[in-house]
Every structure is written in structure tokens, then in C-alpha cells.
Nanobody
Framework: QVQLVESGGGLVQPGGSLRLSCLASGFTFSTYALTWYRQAPGKEREWVALIRSGGGGTSYADSVKGRFTISRDNTKNTVDLQMNSLKPEDTAVYYC?????????WGQGTQVTVSS
């Protein structure tokens, strides 16, 4: 059974940090590209950061570049998102996604709220 379970969300003040984690099971984790997405209220889901399989190259949305860092641990089947210098506009539900060929898996999401 395929599962992606996100954790680490919460309430943080502007300028603060959070680390999200996604634990995967039920598929060959190292083969998959992993992406963090987010969806704010009333907005479409947008991609935030991607880490590829193999060499683990990364890409970031312009809105988070320099503030967020995505990483993966293929021995633990986890993908993390370190979020620094958080802004109110980072408030959203954050989702973990794993994709390879026709396989496309999603987690249930974790809420991040940036507010004073």
C-alpha cells in the first residue's frame, strides 16, 4: 500500500523556520522524483520545490528560492523541506508528491501558518 505522510507543519511567526518531512512507503522510493506543492485558501495548488532521483538535482519556485531547501534520504524514504525566513504569504497546506512514469502519489497535506 502506497503512503506518503507529511509532518512538521504548524504556526510560526514571520521570519521563523519550519522543517517539513514526508515519510514514504509502498514503492521504490529512490526511483521517484519528489516534489513539495502548496495550496493557499482560494488559490490553485503550486509547486514549491523538486528533487530528482539519481543525482538528486533540485529546482525551486522563484517565490521560495534562497529560503527553502529540499532534501531526500533514500535510506529512510523521507523527503524534507527546510523553510527559513517564512512570510505570511507562505501560509498554505503543503503536500508531498512522488512521481515516476505513470505513477503519481500524493500525501494528505500539512498546514503551515505564518502569522504574528
Amino acid at each position: 500500500q502506497v503512503q506518503l505522510v507529511e509532518s512538521g507543519g504548524g504556526l510560526v511567526q514571520p521570519g521563523g523556520s519550519l522543517r517539513l518531512s514526508c515519510l514514504a512507503s509502498g514503492f521504490t522510493f529512490s526511483t521517484y522524483a519528489l516534489t513539495w506543492y502548496r495550496q493557499a485558501p482560494g488559490k490553485e495548488r503550486e509547486w514549491v520545490a523538486l528533487i530528482r532521483s539519481g543525482g538528486g538535482g533540485t529546482s525551486y519556485a522563484d517565490s521560495v528560492k534562497g529560503r527553502f531547501t529540499i532534501s531526500r534520504d533514500n535510506t529512510k524514504n523521507t523527503v524534507d523541506l527546510q523553510m527559513n525566513s517564512l512570510k505570511p504569504e507562505d501560509t498554505a497546506v503543503y503536500y508531498c508528491n512522488a512521481k515516476w512514469l505513470w505513477d503519481d502519489y500524493w500525501g494528505q497535506g500539512t498546514q503551515v501558518t505564518v502569522s504574528s
